[in-house]
């Protein structure tokens, strides 16, 4: 079965720097785009990022832009999101989710989840 699973989430202080890893199992992982989602508490999961199954497209939400960076790597079944100068308003859930295909931004476009990792922002 398919899985994936999300590591490198934790507590940070305001500016510092987190890397996120997503590692797949269970599918041809190069024929899928993948994406992270964030759910902060109270608040609907949101678009973070997305990156094409040959890792030559990428699409950010206005909100990290310039601040993330999505990347993949085919060899392994991973993908990541390194996350820089973070905010406070970026604590939340963080998923990793697969979808079979091209890119997109939304929930219900995504086949495969993660559990998710915790990413705590303090200022």
């Known amino acids: 079965q398919v899985q994936l699973a999300e590591t490198g989430g934790g507590l940070v202080q305001a500016g510092d720097s987190l890397r996120l890893t997503c590692a797949a199992s269970g599918l041809t992982f190069s024929s899928y785009a993948m994406g992270w989602f964030r759910q902060a508490p109270g608040k609907e999961r949101e678009f973070v990022a997305t990156?094409?199954?040959?890792?030559?497209?990428?699409r950010y939400a206005e909100s990290v832009k310039g601040r993330f960076t999505i990347s993949r790597d085919n060899a392994k079944n991973t993908v990541h999101l390194q996350m820089n100068s973070l905010k406070p308003e970026d604590t939340a859930v963080y998923y990793c989710?697969?979808?079979?295909?091209?890119?997109?931004?939304?929930?219900?476009?995504?086949?495969?989840w993660g559990q998710g990792t915790q990413v705590t922002v303090s200022s």
């Open positions: 989710a697969a979808r079979r295909g091209s890119t997109a931004t939304m929930n219900n476009q995504y086949d495969y």
């Open positions: 990156i094409s199954a040959s890792g030559g497209f990428t």
